[in-house]
T-cell receptor, first 117, second 113 residues
Framework: GAVVSQHPSRVICKSGTSVKIECRSL??????MFWYRQFPKQSLMLMAT?????????EQGVEKDKFLINHASLTLSTLTVTSAHPEDSSFYIC?????????????FGPGTRLTVL | SQKIEQNSEALNIQEGKTATLTCNYT??????LQWYRQDPGRGPVFLLL?????KEKRKERLKVTFDTTLKQSLFHITASQPADSATYLC????????????FGTGTQLKVEL
């Protein structure tokens, strides 16, 4: 149980284009989803927290107009990297939290490797 | 500012030995602490959670201790196996933090035959 999927697993795009990454909780409803970014040999850095049906809360230094987050349902959140540039190349990981008495646990997706040429 | 430190150098141990990884933190009062395993190119996998009022937690070959006075957690893997080779991350969560986690940089463990 508690499986989180991400799609795509890997994407290569040209500079200036937009890329959408999907995060799905497959066997539970996620009241909260989190988006992280991880550069090589560095830790996971939280980008934003999204709650279903409300606007995402972004961490300091993360541009909300560049990283658009939509949490349209209890099982799906999307991250769109708009006008991507080479410095946006990174490993993007989502996690989902069931809430409802199990609020301390996050289940992570397998990650999406984004390469911007 | 908040800081979470894990050994940046890889830890190499022989199969069968106990691996001990350290997580130290400053300027933080976590309500709970979690340990995750991360394999290359993959997302983290949850291992154990320990709360601020708990001293020790065990799960099969894993043991976690939490010392809020020293601001330190130790993560032990007993009878280590080559399959345990991975990067291990500690993550701290604050009370009322809405499940937000702050991660350490991780320690790479290599278990050799």
């Amino acid at each position: 149980g508690a499986v989180v999927s991400q799609h795509p697993s890997r994407v290569i795009c040209k500079s200036g284009t937009s890329v959408k990454i999907e995060c799905r909780s497959l066997d539970f409803q996620a009241t909260t989803m989190f988006w992280y970014r991880q550069f090589p040999k560095q830790s996971l850095m939280l980008m934003a927290t999204s709650n279903e049906g409300s606007k995402a809360t972004y961490e300091q230094g993360v541009e909300k107009d560049k990283f658009l987050i939509n949490h349209a349902s209890l099982t799906l959140s999307t991250l769109t990297v708009t006008s991507a540039h080479p410095e946006d190349s990174s490993f993007y990981i989502c996690s989902a939290s069931p809430g409802q008495g199990n609020t301390d646990t996050q289940y992570f997706g397998p990650g999406t490797r984004l390469t911007v040429l | 500012s908040q800081k979470i430190e894990q050994n940046s150098e890889a830890l190499n141990i022989q199969e069968g030995k106990t691996a001990t990884l350290t997580c130290n933190y400053t300027n933080y009062s976590p309500a709970y602490l979690q340990w995750y395993r991360q394999d290359p190119g993959r997302g983290p996998v949850f291992l154990l959670l320990i709360r601020e009022n708990e001293k020790e937690k065990r799960k099969e070959r894993l043991k976690v201790t939490f010392d809020t006075t020293l601001k330190q957690s130790l993560f032990h893997i007993t009878a280590s196996q080559p399959a345990d080779s991975a990067t291990y991350l500690c993550a701290l969560g604050a009370a009322g933090g809405g499940n937000k986690l702050t991660f350490g940089t991780g320690t790479q463990l290599k278990v050799e035959l």
